[in-house]
C-alpha cells in the first residue's frame, strides 16, 4: 500500500475543506440543490414540519436541524430567537422593545421576527444589554 505524507500543506487543504463544508449550508429548491453562505441567510425557521433558510435571494429548504445550524460555525451571529426560529444578526436592523415583554426584531429587508419570552435573555445577552 502506498504510504501518504500529510505535509503541512496538504493538512492546511483538509482543515480548509472541512471548515467550509462546515460553515456553507445546501438548500433545496425546485429539484436543485443550492451552497448557501451564511452570509445570505436572514433567519432559519421551521414551518410545517419543514426547515427553510430565508435568505436575500429566496427561500430554501435544509436537510439540517435547527440545533445542528446552531451549533455549527458562524454560531456567534447566528441566535436562537424561539424554538422554530434561528436568525443572523448581521441582518437585523432594528429592535423594537415597544410591547411590554415582546422584542420584534425587524430585518434590513423589512421582514419581522418576534422573540420568545423564554429566549429574552438569551438575546439580552447576545446584546450585551
Same mark, same amino acid.
Given at each position: 500500500?502506498?504510504?501518504? /505524507?500529510?505535509t503541512p500543506e496538504?493538512?492546511?487543504? =483538509? ?15 425546485? $429539484?436543485?440543490?443550492? /451552497? =448557501? !453562505? ?19 435571494? $429566496? ?7 435547527? *440545533?445542528? =445550524?446552531?451549533?455549527? #460555525? #458562524? ?5 436562537? /430567537?424561539?424554538?422554530?426560529? /434561528? ?22 429587508? $423589512?421582514?419581522? !421576527? *418576534?422573540?420568545?419570552?423564554? *429566549? =429574552?435573555?438569551?438575546i439580552k445577552t447576545?446584546l450585551g444589554l
Amino acid at each position: 500500500f502506498p504510504v501518504t /505524507i500529510l505535509t503541512p500543506e496538504i493538512q492546511n487543504i =483538509i482543515a480548509q475543506l472541512k471548515e467550509s463544508s462546515r460553515t456553507n449550508l445546501l438548500g433545496y429548491h425546485e $429539484g436543485e440543490i443550492f /451552497i =448557501i !453562505s451564511p452570509d445570505a441567510v436572514m433567519s432559519i425557521r421551521t414551518e410545517s414540519g419543514k426547515i427553510k433558510a430565508i435568505c436575500d435571494e $429566496g427561500t430554501y429548504l435544509l436537510k439540517n436541524r435547527l *440545533y445542528e =445550524i446552531e451549533a455549527q #460555525p #458562524p454560531s456567534r451571529f447566528y441566535v436562537r /430567537i424561539s424554538n422554530s426560529e /434561528i436568525v443572523n444578526f448581521q441582518k437585523v436592523k432594528s429592535i423594537d422593545l415597544s410591547l411590554t415583554g415582546t422584542i420584534t426584531l425587524k430585518f434590513k429587508n $423589512g421582514e419581522k !421576527s *418576534y422573540v420568545s419570552r423564554r *429566549y =429574552i435573555d438569551k438575546i439580552k445577552t447576545h446584546l450585551g444589554l
